[in-house]
């Protein structure tokens, strides 16, 4: 079973950052590709960054490009996700997820396990 610890989360201001942290402490998603997903209140869920088994190819979305970076080292069970420049529309619940393959795919459906998400708030 895998379990996610996600941490990180807070209230800033605009224009502050934030870094995301999505540990796997049993190690069990290694080979896996991860993705980070946020949900803002009355929202669905939407793709945020992802990045494959071995660190070396990332996707984001169009909100996150130039401001958002995933990152992971290869082998290592931590994921990370580097916010700069947050504004208040970035306000949701961040979650963690692994991937049922080693890609860093966009698609919800392609990842099964899930952290309970961290909360970031950015005030204007």
């Known amino acids: 079973q895998v379990r996610l610890v996600e941490s990180g989360g807070g209230v800033v201001q605009a224009g502050g950052s934030l870094r995301l942290s999505c540990a796997d402490p049993?190690?069990?998603?290694?080979?896996?590709?991860v993705a980070w997903f946020r949900q803002a209140p009355g929202k669905e869920r939407e793709f945020v960054a992802g990045v494959n088994w071995r660190g070396g190819d990332t996707a984001y979305a169009d909100s996150a490009k130039g401001r958002f970076t995933i990152s992971r080292e290869y082998g290592a069970n931590v994921v990370y996700l580097q916010m700069n420049n947050l504004q208040p529309e970035d306000t949701a619940v961040y979650y963690c997820a692994v991937g049922r393959s080693a890609a860093a795919s966009t698609t919800q459906s392609n990842y099964r396990y899930w952290g309970q998400g961290t909360q970031v708030t950015v005030s204007s």
């Open positions: 049993r190690r069990t998603f290694t080979n896996n590709g």
